[in-house]
């Protein structure tokens, strides 16, 4: 059976995640972070993705990228993967695969989900375990998001500069995004939607979705039809 074509908008946010294969380590030292961020912003670059946020764990990635081209985030996770691989199994003396298949994307409704999508990402360690806050992490963007940190790498979101007229602003009210929890109904839409692969965003988003890649950007609701009107309204009810 072929696989169904990933929904890719250009001009529009992807939340995308590449793990090792078993859920195997991907980095081990400092340079192997180092080398991951080389080869991302070079890839970036080429293949004209905007990369908002990242965070690199010990076994995935998280990045939140825009492509300018419908091919554009394929080419960076195949250029970076390929560079990557061949890197991680010359420095530690090992063959084979690293990535556990295809890596992970979901389409992001940029008004509704964007900046929860910022702070999914940067809060991944302190989820983990790892750290107590996303500032003490150093392998994500929230040192470039929050304090303002200098670097080629991230492109910020039109969204994302409407929260200051200057950086010291914007760094402020986005720190201040991250003294409330997200959500748990968030954190398993995010999850589910980017682990499957499909929209995340509100209902008229992905009616515009569909229109436009006449594909379904959800799965089928059990028990109705979604689309009807009758379920539309059932739906709203019950997420109020």
């Known amino acids: 059976m072929s696989r169904q074509p990933r929904f890719v908008l250009p001009g529009q946010p992807q939340h995308v995640i590449q793990r090792g294969n078993n859920r195997d380590i991907i980095f081990v030292s ?3 972070y180092r080398f991951y961020l080389e080869k991302l912003e070079d890839a970036c670059l080429r293949f004209e993705c905007d990369l908002h946020a990242y965070v690199l ?3 995935h990635v ?43 994307s979901t389409l992001l409704d940029s008004e509704n989900y964007l900046l929860t999508c910022y702070r999914y990402i940067e809060l991944n360690p302190v989820r983990a375990g790892m750290v107590e ?18 670097s080629t790498l991230i492109s910020p979101h ?7 007229q200057d950086d010291e602003s914007r760094c402020y009210h986005y720190r201040a995004l991250f003294d409330a929890h997200i959500d748990p109904r968030s ?28 594909r379904q950007s959800q ?3 059990r028990g109705g039809d979604r689309k009807s009107k009758k379920y539309r309204q059932h739906a709203k009810i019950n997420r109020v």
Do not use: C
């Not at 996770?77 to 530690?92: A, C, E, K, L, T």
């Not at 954190?187 to 209902?203: F, H, M, P, Q, Y």
């Open 30 to 32: 400092d340079d192997d």
């Open 133 to 150: 806050h996303p500032a003490d992490y150093p392998w994500s963007s929230y040192h470039y998001n929050a304090i303002a940190q200098k």
């Open 187 to 214: 954190l398993d839409e995010i999850r589910n939607a980017t682990n499957k692969s499909w929209v995340l965003g509100s209902d008229h988003f992905m009616e515009q979705v569909e229109a436009l890649t006449a």
């Open 62 to 104: 998280h990045l939140l990228m825009t492509p300018k081209t419908a091919q554009g985030i394929s080419k960076v996770m195949q250029s970076v993967g390929r560079y990557y691989v061949q890197y991680f199994n010359h420095q530690y003396k090992r063959t084979g695969t690293l990535w556990e298949g295809r890596y992970k």
């Open 158 to 164: 039109e969204l994302y500069l409407k929260l200051g």
């Open 219 to 221: 799965p089928k609701a």
């Open 57 to 59: 764990m010990s076994n």
